[in-house]
Structure formats: structure tokens, C-alpha cells
């Protein structure tokens, strides 16, 4: 996963768009959250994908890779998140 998020922040590069910082930020989120360095609680608000879909073509790689890293994170720590959103043990 590490490795998918830092050829994502690479690609974002080629992007000098408004969307840009807002995506490098969540995509530095993603990486201190597979370091353990950040909680995953925030991962519902993740909005990569979406951006994904309508900002990039759909040939790009970029495109694939934040579809890609919100899914697999999602998938994986969502449930986690939403307990700690709703305070469940």
C-alpha cells in the first residue's frame, strides 16, 4: 500500500489543478495511517475516489491508483472507524 500511495503522490505532480493540495493532503493521511502513525476514524471522509472520477480521465493512471488506495483503506479499516465515530467497543 505504501508503495501505491507514493506513485499516487507522484502522478498527482503531472495535476497542477486546484483539487491538487486537497488530494496530497488526504494522500499523506492514507500513508501515516498504513505507517500506524495517524487513526483511521478519518478514513470515512476520504473523497479521492469521487475527485477520481470526476476530475480524471479515466485512461490515467492516476485515476486507478486514488480509486484504488480509497478502496482497499476503506475496506479495511472502515468498520474500525465507524466505532470510533459512534464510541462502540
Given amino acids: 500500500m505504501k ?11 503531472r495535476f497542477p489543478l486546484p483539487w491538487q ?6 494522500l499523506e493521511y492514507c500513508f501515516a495511517v ?12 476520504l ?5 477520481a472520477v470526476r ?8 485515476h486507478s491508483l486514488l480509486i484504488g488506495i ?3 483503506l476503506q475496506r479495511k479499516f472502515l468498520l474500525y472507524a465507524a466505532k470510533v465515530r459512534l464510541n462502540i467497543r
Fill in 34 to 45: 498504513v505507517l500506524a502513525e495517524a487513526s483511521p476514524e478519518k478514513l470515512e471522509q
Fill in 70 to 72: 480509497q478502496y482497499k
Fill in 21 to 26: 493540495a486537497m488530494v496530497r493532503k488526504q
Fill in 3 to 13: 508503495a501505491l500511495i507514493t506513485q499516487a503522490l507522484v502522478e498527482l505532480e
Fill in 55 to 62: 476530475e480524471i480521465d479515466e485512461e490515467d493512471p492516476l
Fill in 47 to 51: 473523497n479521492i475516489g469521487l475527485i
